[in-house]
């Protein structure tokens, strides 16, 4: 069943959608003048609108959602925690003696953290894992009687627990905080995904035009301290001008726009070392033209959490 929207969540997703559809018709007029060519501007025109066409599946789904109501946004994004922590597991050794700890981990922690923020239950939520699930994953490896590579073992299934579900759920737990107005309207989730998304998407820009300085060669060879600076002014600007639809003063906004575009660069450069560590490109193949979709959300799981504390913390009652 389908919510009553507030006009203010209308207008943020109608300027989604008319800026997707910008930035369609530039990447058709950039298919045309490229038709034909071979050599790194047509590679590039093809990835940019391949990930065109990931980013209107992705809102679509996004804006169902939000129409859908807190409880629709939730379980989306308990799907999303599930892909990604796969996708982590996946490029990551196992031995048998941990497939206890990754079935409780998949179909009981997973399920209950996003339960306790569906039903609000903010205290168990906010400790759930960082304790419970903590102390679950060693002690049921424990359990099976392997103890090689033991730590490292079961301290790659702890963070897969904490930076895919963990850190990732608090996005949505946003639709539960007491803020007059905002309360489950999805308006300070589209913020969050707003600034961090277009954070990443400006960097990219930036980057592919004035990109000369590279940031962290070894770890993630495309980011520029151009690209870098370019991404967070800009994307700070976005986050100062949607104001109106925050709690925030245009001041706050901007800081908290910007807080959030740091936070989303070293969530990204993160995940870039692990894949580096690990010997791949992308987490996988589930987004075309992102890679996984570990890909997509890896600078949000590093500013979800401040985002959501910080809100509760200052503008919450």
Not at 111 to 140: D, K, N, R
Not at 197 to 212: M, P, T
């Amino acid at each position: 069943m389908l919510q009553r929207l507030d006009p203010d969540t209308l207008k943020l997703l109608i300027g989604i959608f008319a800026l997707l559809s910008v930035a369609s018709i530039i990447g058709w007029l950039l298919h045309l003048r490229t038709r034909g060519k071979d050599g790194e501007s047509a590679t590039t025109v093809a990835n940019l609108n391949a990930r065109i066409r990931s980013w209107w599946v992705m809102c679509s789904v996004f804006g169902v959602a939000t129409l859908s109501g807190p409880k629709p946004n939730i379980a989306m994004f308990a799907l999303m925690s599930f892909l990604a922590m796969r996708e982590f597991l996946t490029i990551t050794p196992t031995r048998r003696a941990d497939h206890v700890g990754l079935f409780v981990g998949f179909f009981v922690l997973l399920p209950l953290q996003y339960y306790f923020i569906a039903i609000g239950w903010y205290g168990m939520f906010s400790i759930f894992l960082p304790v419970y699930g903590f102390l679950f994953i060693p002690s049921a490896a424990a359990l099976a009687g392997d103890a090689s590579d033991f730590l490292a073992r079961t301290s790659r299934t702890q963070w897969g627990l904490m930076i895919c579900v963990y850190c990732v759920s608090h996005a949505p737990a946003l639709l539960t905080l007491n803020v007059p107005g905002y309360t489950g309207n999805g308006k300070l989730l589209f913020y969050l995904l707003c600034v961090v998304q277009l954070s990443d998407v400006f960097q990219y820009v930036w980057g592919k035009l004035l990109g000369k300085h590279k940031l962290a060669p070894h770890i993630s060879p495309s980011k520029t301290v151009e690209g870098l600076v370019g991404g967070i002014v800009s994307a700070t600007a976005v986050g100062a001008g949607l104001y109106w639809a925050t709690p925030f003063s245009p001041w706050q906004a901007a800081a908290m726009a910007f807080m959030v575009c740091i936070l989303g660069f070293l969530g990204g450069l993160v995940m870039s070392a692990i894949k580096r560590d690990r010997r791949v490109k992308d987490w996988g193949s589930l987004i075309e033209g992102h890679g996984g979709m570990m890909d997509r959300i890896d600078s949000v799981c590093f500013a979800a959490p401040v985002f959501f504390h910080v809100t509760r913390y200052f503008f919450a009652v």
